[in-house]
């Protein structure tokens, strides 16, 4: 089945970085863009940013420019997305997500489970 | 950035009530707008895209409505699974922001 497996929960301390994995598998992975969204602990849905798995082009929100690298490693159906000096604010479920498109509408359609990432000194 | 203004932030209704939860964008976004379920614990599961196109697999009682800066999630008769907060999301351009959430309970 068509399903996105994300690396397991993270403790970093102000200033360090973390990179989170995101595993597909049921489907081409070079088909698809993977995008990358976070949810603060009682908050709503933060849109981080995506790349396509075909060409490895991105498109980062500008909140996160100069902070945050999504990879791909079309080898392993592996996408990455790594944020740089952490914060405490940044300390949030982190979820990869396969996003479909319809003509020029996109819609994430698959998600990972989710990685806790916290911050904390 | 287009910011997206969801309507109520909470909601409470009964077994077979109709339920809509409206989504207002800042500008016209056309049809670029996604509907997602989030139940406690558990990541989004997309409902709507495209404003009106039902996700396979989800259940036809939701149903979407509107285009370019109003828009609509409706669930026709409510049933007990339905309770969780729901989130529209434009994809019109960068950032792809959601609405703030609307947190629906079964009365």
């Known amino acids: 089945q068509v399903q996105l497996v994300q690396s397991g929960a993270e403790v970093k301390k102000p200033g360090a970085s973390v990179k989170v994995s995101c595993k597909a598998s049921?489907?081409?992975?070079?088909?698809?863009?993977i995008s990358w969204v976070r949810q603060a602990p009682g908050q709503g849905l933060e849109w981080m940013g995506g790349i396509s798995a075909y060409n490895g082009n991105t498109n980062y929100a500008q909140k996160f420019q100069g902070r945050v690298t999504m990879t791909t490693d079309t080898s392993t159906s592996t996408a990455y997305m790594e944020l740089r000096s952490l914060r405490s604010d940044d300390t949030a479920v982190y979820y990869c997500?396969?996003?479909?498109?319809?003509?020029?509408?996109?819609?994430?359609?698959?998600w990972g489970q989710g990685t806790t990432v916290t911050v904390s000194s | 950035d287009i910011q997206m203004t969801q309507s109520p932030s909470s909601l409470s209704a009964s077994v077979g009530d109709r339920v809509t939860i409206t989504c207002r964008a800042s500008q016209s976004i056309s049809s670029y707008l996604n509907w997602y379920q989030q139940k406690p614990g558990k990541a989004p599961k997309l409902l709507i895209y495209a404003a009106y196109n039902l996700q396979s697999g989800v259940p036809s009682r939701f149903s979407g409505s509107g285009s370019g800066t109003d828009f609509t999630l409706t669930i026709s008769s409510l049933q007990p699974e339905d309770s969780a907060t729901y989130y529209c999301?434009?994809?019109?351009?960068?950032?792809?922001?959601f609405g703030q959430g609307t947190k629906l309970e079964i009365k």
């Open positions: 049921g489907y081409t992975f070079s088909s698809y863009v």
């Open positions: 999301q434009h994809s019109y351009s960068n950032p792809y922001t």
């Open positions: 997500a396969r996003e479909t498109a319809v003509g020029s509408y996109y819609g994430m359609d698959v």
